[in-house]
C-alpha cells in the first residue's frame, strides 16, 4: 500500500532556504514518477518538480535554479530543496507519484509552505 507523507514545511524569509521532505511508502522508484506540486490560495495546483524513475529532472521556468528535487532510495524518501524563496513560492506543497505503466497516482496530505517578512 502506497504512503506519501510530507514534512519540513514551515515559514521562511524571502531568500531563505526549505527542505521538503517526503516519505513514500510502498513506492517501488523505478515503476514511478516522483513529482512535486504546490498550490496556492484560488489558485489550481501545479508542477513544481518531476523525477522521473531514471533520475531526471524537470522543473518549470518558475523554479528552476532554485529548487532540486531528489530521492534517497535506501530512505524511500524524496525531497525537494527550495532555495532563493520568494513570496509567490507560498502554497500548499504536495508529494505525488505517478505510476509509468498503470493509472495509479498517489497523493500526500500536503505541507504549508510561507513566505514572508
Known amino acids: 500500500q502506497v504512503q506519501l507523507v510530507e514534512s519540513g514545511g514551515g515559514l521562511a524569509h524571502p531568500g531563505g532556504s526549505l527542505r521538503l521532505s517526503c516519505d513514500a511508502s510502498g513506492v517501488i522508484f523505478s515503476m514511478y514518477t516522483m513529482n512535486w506540486y504546490r498550490q496556492a490560495p484560488g489558485k489550481q495546483r501545479v508542477l513544481v518538480a518531476a523525477?522521473?524513475?531514471?533520475?531526471?529532472?524537470v522543473y518549470p521556468d518558475s523554479v528552476k535554479g532554485r529548487f532540486t528535487i531528489s530521492r534517497d532510495n535506501a530512505k524511500n524518501t524524496v525531497y525537494l530543496q527550495m532555495n532563493v524563496l520568494k513570496p509567490e513560492d507560498t502554497a500548499v506543497y504536495y508529494c505525488?507519484?505517478?505510476?509509468?505503466?498503470?493509472?495509479?497516482?498517489?497523493w500526500g496530505q500536503g505541507t504549508q509552505v510561507t513566505v514572508s517578512s
Open positions: 523525477l522521473t524513475s531514471g533520475g531526471s529532472a
Open positions: 505525488n507519484a505517478r505510476a509509468i505503466r498503470t493509472s495509479a497516482n498517489y
